[in-house]
């Protein structure tokens, strides 16, 4: 569902990976221990973790969150605006108006010209980028540590002095548009996802492409844009995430200093609430999509779950550890069967696709090698599922698994980015930043027991929708 629209300025300012590799070092350099009392990796990971800079949260009388992620390896922040508001959210016959208003974002203010802020960004050597899901879009720039203020005061004039005119946004419907054309409609690939997303999801929004249908995007105006804009981009609507080389005491000053004036335009809505639920699915779908440019078939399934903001507890992590075990890499069951011993695909996998603030889904893929046909490799995947079922999984397997979460953990700590955006995706679907920091626990309590326990509830044919990607001699027949 994950979208990223716009890439401006590159720049060259490179966090450096101590953490990582301090953080391994602490798990891999364990002090000596009496005998029998050795640290588990679970126990080094958590005493590695708690040796880290507390995250911290304030709320400003405007209503904007604000997180601060302090990382003092290299004196480089990273700054992120989160509004709640994505394709979800659209109403009927305005799609694609959250991913439109991103672009938008970068015209010009009646404070600055359309280009000022993204050449401020790339002058200091930063880099800036945007990206809009369904749930949410948002705004980063990373910059030396120095500049944050100035970023703050960019962010926050654009919060509230859009200028919207017709010469702003006509021009840029054009540019959509044409992504549009590149990204979908000239992809085959693309087209067979979102027929499958559409299938997937027959009353909840998440059915509705990010982009946006064409016959409604060549219909979206200068109103559609400034409705958005007010109902939307407003700081009680939004969370700022600074992550870098700053204190929480510095965010605070620099923040009520910028965005703390911006004023409220909206009240925000219970989203959850408004919006449709999916209903339990009674049939498997199948989808097919045939075109003359496809070159490799290919099969894609996705199975209805809850997100993990509305999984019942433990549910969420179980799925996770299931879609490792199955599909998270070439140790998986997939990969050892379709790919090394069968020697039928030329990739395949599984991943939970969890953070979402109503619907999740679980999803398998493969694509066939040599001889093999599509239904030879699906026949393989559905013989693995069959035997995951029946047998389900073995304490090597669970504890392989939670080794790669705890690395991923580690590593993720590298990327300012990586960690601002799993913060934000959190807190924009209803988790809190407690939730994000407790995930290492939870993963620490799935048992084998429990990843069976999701895969027989959810893995089931009625809740999943089967996408067939073939390639035809042909004009196109689509089904």
Not at 20 to 41: F, N
Request: proline fraction near 5%; glycine fraction near 6%.
């Amino acid at each position: 569902m994950h979208r990223v629209s716009r890439r401006a300025t590159l720049c060259a300012l490179a966090l450096s990976t101590l953490l990582s590799s301090a953080a391994l070092a602490e798990m891999a350099t364990v002090p000596s221990q009496p005998a029998g009392t050795a640290m588990t990796s679970a126990e080094r990971l958590a005493q590695a973790e708690a040796k880290r800079p507390k995250n911290e949260s304030f709320v400003l009388e405007n209503g904007l969150q604000v997180v601060v992620l302090p990382d003092h390896r290299a004196p480089v922040v990273t700054q992120m605006v989160w509004y709640r508001a994505g394709s979800a959210d659209e109403k009927p016959g305005v799609s694609g108006i959250a991913h439109f208003l991103e672009h938008l974002m970068f015209k010009g203010t009646t404070t600055h010209k359309a280009g000022v802020f993204s050449s401020a960004v790339s002058d200091i050597g930063g880099e800036e980028n945007a990206f809009t899901s369904s749930d949410y879009t948002a705004y980063y720039q990373q910059v030396p540590s120095q500049s944050l203020e100035q970023m703050m005061e960019f962010e926050a004039d654009r919060m509230e002095n859009l200028v919207l005119s017709d010469a702003a946004v006509l021009p840029e419907r054009d540019v959509i548009l044409e992504e549009r054309r590149q990204r979908v409609d000239n992809n085959p690939g693309s087209q067979l996802q979102e027929a499958v997303q559409a299938a997937m999801y027959q009353n909840s929004h998440y059915g509705i492409p990010i982009i946006g249908w064409r016959h409604e995007m060549e219909k979206l105006s200068k109103d559609d844009a400034i409705a958005w804009y007010n109902q939307y981009y407003t700081p009680n609507n939004a969370t700022l995430i600074v992550a870098g080389d700053v204190t929480s005491e510095e965010v605070r000053t620099l923040a009520e200093k910028t965005f703390g004036k911006v004023k409220r335009r909206a009240e925000s809505e219970d989203r959850a609430a408004l919006r449709p639920t999916e209903p339990e699915p009674l049939a498997a779908r199948t989808v097919t999509l045939t075109d003359a440019r496809v070159t490799q078939p290919s099969l894609q399934r996705g199975y209805l779950t809850p997100s993990d903001t509305t999984a019942e507890p433990g549910e969420a992590e179980a799925l996770d550890v299931l879609a490792d075990v199955l599909g998270g890499g070439t140790t998986s069951r997939l990969y050892r069967a379709l790919v090394v011993d069968q020697a039928i695909a030329a990739g395949v996998g599984a991943y939970n696709a969890g953070s979402a603030l109503k619907e999740g889904q679980f999803g398998v893929y493969g694509t066939p090698r040599g001889a093999a046909d599509i239904a030879m490799v699906e026949a393989s995947i559905d013989a693995e599922i069959a035997r995951l079922l029946k047998d389900g999984i073995t304490p090597e397997e669970l504890e392989r698994a939670k080794n790669r979460v705890r690395k991923q953990v580690v590593y993720e700590r590298d990327s300012q980015t990586a960690l601002a955006r799993r913060y934000g995706a959190a807190i924009s679907t209803g988790l809190t930043i407690a939730d994000v920091d407790s995930y290492p626990d939870r993963i620490e309590k799935v048992t084998v027991e429990s990843v069976g326990a999701v895969a027989r509830k959810y893995l089931q044919p009625k809740r999943s929708v089967t996408g067939y990607l073939l390639p035809a001699p042909a004009t196109d027949t689509r089904s």
